[in-house]
């Protein structure tokens, strides 16, 4: 199983930065991508940034060229530097770890933190 905790978040002034970090603790899994989500309030949670094992990543269109994602595969660590906030990226952020099964068919199975609140004032 696959357990995320999550650090940093919190409050920021537009234009400001914040880093937010999470730790994959896990067993029996292995983990092919771990990456962030975000959700606003009566929202669909929403693609942030992710990155693979070989170190390919993939951002949103309205966070790339502001944040940056970086991994420790050896601690399973994965972290998002957030640069030039705008009021915009004010949600919960989720940390995500995802097995993907090569001899099911590219089943893939979603693991998820517990949430942090990024709220950014304008």
């Known amino acids: 199983q696959v357990q995320l905790v999550e650090s940093g978040g919190g409050l920021a002034q537009a234009g400001g930065s914040l880093r937010l970090s999470c730790l994959a603790s896990?067993?029996?899994?292995?983990?092919?991508?771990m990456g962030w989500y975000r959700q606003a309030p009566g929202k669909q949670r929403e693609l942030v940034a992710t990155m693979t094992n070989g170190g390919a990543t993939n951002y949103a269109d309205s966070v790339r060229g502001r944040f940056i994602i970086s991994r420790d595969n050896a601690k399973n660590m994965v972290s998002l530097q957030m640069n030039n906030l705008l009021p915009e990226d004010t949600s919960v952020y989720y940390c995500?770890?995802?097995?993907?099964?090569?001899?099911?068919?590219?089943?893939?199975?979603?693991?998820w933190g517990q949430g942090t609140q990024v709220t950014v004032s304008s």
């Open positions: 995500n770890a995802a097995e993907i099964r090569l001899d099911r068919g590219l089943e893939r199975t979603d693991y």
């Open positions: 896990v067993r029996s899994v292995r983990i092919d991508l």
